[in-house]
């Protein structure tokens, strides 16, 4: 695992969990981080989807996702771990990217994100507003003009919301004038 927020991560589960540690070692080692994966479909049809980013923090272009696509299959083709057919896609987590690790959270403090929880805390289950970062394994999320504290472990999702704040903050941070 490459840091100690390997083991505080949501990143994927079942089938898409054994995948990606299949996978995770060798992304790791050509400067990728899976963010998630997902195995989708049916019986027939499945989709195994692949959201990575560089950990560099530079930009996920076509070549890059091409790049893992290609590492990727390679070790999907020896490994074999999905019994029936299935496409392969490979993207980047977007502007408005899923949160899966504890230290997404703290990475993107100041931004608006949405987060739900597995079952329902104090009558809620569902948060919107500015990330506050985390403490001691709780996600600080101010929702309703409350400073909410939520266990990481019984997130179910959470992403960021798209804002004009977090589109300026991207364009600025690819044109090199922010970082």
């Known amino acids: 695992m490459r840091d100690a927020d390997a083991a505080r991560r949501k990143t994927s589960t079942g089938k898409a969990a054994e995948i990606e540690a299949m ?10 981080r899976i963010v998630r994966v997902q195995l989708a479909g049916n019986k027939r049809e499945k989709t195994l989807q692949i959201m990575a980013e560089r950990t560099d923090g ?18 999907l083709d020896v490994e074999d771990p999905i019994d029936t057919a299935y496409t392969l896609e490979v993207s980047s987590p977007g502007i408005d990217r899923p949160l899966t690790r504890l230290s997404d959270f703290h990475d993107w403090a100041g931004f608006d994100a949405r987060v739900e929880l597995e079952a329902p805390r104090d009558g809620r289950r569902r948060y919107k507003g500015p990330l506050l970062g985390i403490r001691d394994g709780y996600v600080r ?5 409350v400073e909410h504290e939520l266990p990481f472990d019984e997130i179910a ?3 960021l919301v ?11 941070r690819e044109d090199g004038t922010d970082n």
């Not at 996978?23 to 990728?32: C, D, N």
């Open 141 to 145: 999320i101010r929702a309703d003009g």
């Open 58 to 75: 530079s930009g996920m272009d076509v070549d890059a996702c091409a790049e893992v696509s290609r590492a990727a299959e390679a070790i």
């Open 157 to 159: 999702k959470a992403k």
């Open 162 to 172: 798209l804002t004009d704040e977090l589109i300026d903050w991207t364009r600025a």
């Open 23 to 32: 996978l995770e070692p060798t992304l790791e080692s050509m400067g990728f």
